[in-house]
T-cell receptor
Framework: DTGVSQDPRHKITKRGQNVTFRCDPISEHNRLYWYRQTLGQGPEFLTYFQNEAQLEKSRLLSDRFSAERPKGSFSTLEIQRTEQGDSAMYLC????????????FGPGTRLTVL | SQKIEQNSEALNIQEGKTATLTCNYTNYSPAYLQWYRQDPGRGPVFLLLIRENEKEKRKERLKVTFDTTLKQSLFHITASQPADSATYLCALGNRAGNNRKLIWGLGTSLAVNP
């Protein structure tokens, strides 16, 4: 296991469709994060898991967004009824139980909503 | 509300010079501050962490300072090289506990000219 992987790398969808992204963290990492990033902006926090528990969810996240980490390993992020404003890079990161909280990022999934 | 500001303008410097990037924050008392590098189309990569009780950290050609009175961190790259060209992000972290969310700046684009 050499790093965090995300699938797909690119997704083009039509407005109103549902999309689901997958993240596989580094295997020994118990913490997993989802971020959204648009051009010229820093990562925007979406949600955070410790093992299978979702400990925090951004208030900016509408009810159309949901994330799961059922077995404390991989995670999925689903966006229902996509809107053009959802177009962004969706980044997943993982970290382990150390004081540094160094986050290891995946390559991201670029979503384009037409 | 919490706010992080990084150099608003892109930074262009000559190879061999020292690049200095700033990160200022308000309405926040972070336990630590991290610096990441991000290349186009990729996720951020962790570089350095500095804790609230540390004044300075070094790693090879990188140096970070942290002034909790000024609420500012400076990130220096000495003997800069064209390969250092990237966007550099600062991120603030909270104290230990279940809250492991990082607050991110917008990033500063650095171009090192040969």
């Amino acid at each position: 296991d050499t790093g965090v992987s995300q699938d797909p790398r690119h997704k083009i969808t039509k407005r109103g469709q549902n999309v689901t992204f997958r993240c596989d963290p580094i295997s020994e990492h118990n913490r997993l994060y989802w971020y959204r990033q648009t051009l010229g902006q820093g990562p925007e926090f979406l949600t955070y898991f410790q093992n299978e528990a979702q400990l925090e969810k951004s208030r900016l996240l509408s009810d159309r967004f949901s994330a799961e980490r059922p077995k404390g390993s991989f995670s999925t992020l689903e966006i229902q009824r996509t809107e053009q404003g959802d177009s962004a890079m969706y980044l997943c990161a993982s970290s382990n139980r150390t004081g540094k909280n160094e986050q290891f990022f995946g390559p991201g999934t670029r979503l384009t909503v037409l | 509300s919490q706010k992080i500001e990084q150099n608003s303008e892109a930074l262009n410097i000559q190879e061999g010079k020292t690049a200095t990037l700033t990160c200022n924050y308000t309405n926040y008392s972070p336990a630590y501050l991290q610096w990441y590098r991000q290349d186009p189309g990729r996720g951020p990569v962790f570089l350095l962490l500095i804790r609230e009780n540390e004044k300075e950290k070094r790693k090879e050609r990188l140096k970070v300072t942290f002034d909790t009175t000024l609420k500012q961190s400076l990130f220096h790259i000495t003997a800069s090289q064209p390969a250092d060209s990237a966007t550099y992000l600062c991120a603030l972290g909270n104290r230990a506990g279940n809250n492991r969310k990082l607050i991110w700046g917008l990033g500063t684009s650095l171009a090192v000219n040969p």
